[in-house]
């Protein structure tokens, strides 16, 4: 059993969600579209949105059954923005035609206690029940009367008569709230920050602080990615735990994308006079990647001299999107490293960068990845010993990929 975890609780059930997956795989039986094939599609997609939200907060997730997927925060405040994410892209999905969930939301506070994966407790068992109040209306938030509401409810939702307040079966009140659509201010990450207009403002833009939440926020504007990604900066510093992070992300992201006709990445990698070692991890890396995706990835080089600033990273995803990578120098790395980041969506942002980019395309060298090893293999500054372990990490990242 899972000690207990007191906190904010949120549970997403998905109504109609089995119902969903059954009729999807009737009608299209004749295509050996099996039930299971629509309930990963949806469920990935429900997960996918979950995760969304940890570019800018943090919550622990525990998925029980086929279903739901309950939520620990330790602040209301990140609990409403994350249901007021999950609602908000449910919903463009919806209206999009593109997905078919329909989430319904409880949020309480108590104790997060689960056996075998199962929830346990009054707190936990309650939310089902709220979740589960008939007739099951989507896009509903319910909160219980456990939860201090002593700051205003974002402007998604909107409070119900109170009339349509609840006592569920394990004697806990609940109130209705309701999923508006015009009150989408887009508040968390990442997509539609009011950039379709050609004149920026401030609320154009998102920070995300930390190299951790940058780095979450990219991840996920890069696997929403369905035409092309491009990237101006070299990987993070090897001795970085971000490095490996990094490296894993773009194989699966690749791996992927390959299934995509017509999908482009293509990166400009800084390589730096002063750090060899970087270079080297850089080097090679990147020419196992290109023979492994010869279709949808190239690469190309700039070199960086001794004494020189490093130049800004960016990535332009779909010409759409923009995410600026912001550096702060690290004494524990001897050299700057992403901090926080920029991102804009707006076409007419990303044609700004897109022509930085066709500049430094232009200019870079590019090498076949043969090219790459033997340049790699006659740099100076590193010892046998040093090149050795560093081909054994890059093989690590493949190892597990593959």
């Known amino acids: 059993m899972a000690a207990n975890k007191k906190g904010i609780l949120l549970l997403i059930d998905l109504s109609g969600f089995r119902g969903i997956s059954q009729q999807l795989s009737f009608r299209c039986d004749h295509l050996g579209f099996k039930e299971e094939h629509a309930h990963h599609a949806l469920r990935r997609r429900t997960e996918q949105l979950i995760h969304l939200g940890t570019a800018t907060s943090s919550y622990e997730i525990i998925s029980s059954g086929t279903d739901g997927f309950y939520l620990r925060f330790t602040n209301l405040t990140e609990a409403l923005a994350v249901a007021g994410l999950i609602l908000e892209r449910s919903f463009l999905d919806l209206v999009n035609g593109v997905a078919v969930l329909k989430p319904v939301i409880a949020l309480t506070e108590g104790d997060f206690t689960f056996n075998d994966g199962n929830p346990v407790g009054p707190d936990l068992i309650s939310l089902l029940e709220a979740c589960g109040t008939k007739p099951v209306t989507p896009f509903s938030l319910w909160i219980s009367e456990r939860v201090k509401l002593d700051q205003k409810l974002p402007s998604s939702f909107i409070g119900c008569d109170q009339s349509e307040n609840i006592e569920t079966n394990s004697k806990v009140k609940y109130g209705r709230y309701m999923f508006s659509p015009a009150g989408i201010t887009h508040a968390l990450p990442f997509l539609r920050l009011h950039g379709l207009t050609e004149n920026l403002s401030l609320q154009d833009s998102l920070v995300a602080e930390d190299e951790h939440k940058a780095f979450d926020l990219l991840r996920n504007l ?150 790459l090893i033997s340049k790699a293999k006659n740099m100076k500054g590193l010892t046998p010993q040093i090149k050795q372990d560093a081909l054994e990490d890059i093989e690590k990242l493949f190892l597990k990929e593959n």
């Not at 001794?306 to 524990?332: E, Q």
């Open 222 to 371: 890069q696997n929403e990615a369905n035409v092309s990604i491009r990237v101006v900066g070299g990987g993070p510093p090897t001795s970085s735990i971000l490095f490996r992070d990094y490296g894993q992300c773009q194989l699966s992201l690749l791996k992927d994308k390959q299934k995509i006709n017509g999908f482009q990445f293509q990166r400009i990698a800084f390589c730096y006079d002063d750090e060899p070692l970087r270079t080297f991890y850089w080097l090679h890396f990147n020419a196992r990647v290109m023979k492994q995706f010869r279709k949808t990835y190239q690469f190309h080089i700039i070199r960086i001299p001794s004494g020189m600033p490093k130049p800004v990273a960016f990535h332009i995803i779909d010409d759409r999107y923009t995410f600026l990578g912001l550096r702060a120098y690290n004494a524990h790395y001897s050299t700057p490293t992403l901090k926080r980041c920029i991102c804009w969506e707006s076409r007419s942002v990303a044609s700004a960068f897109l022509d930085v980019f066709s500049e430094y395309w232009r200019n870079a060298e590019m090498l076949t990845p043969e090219q």
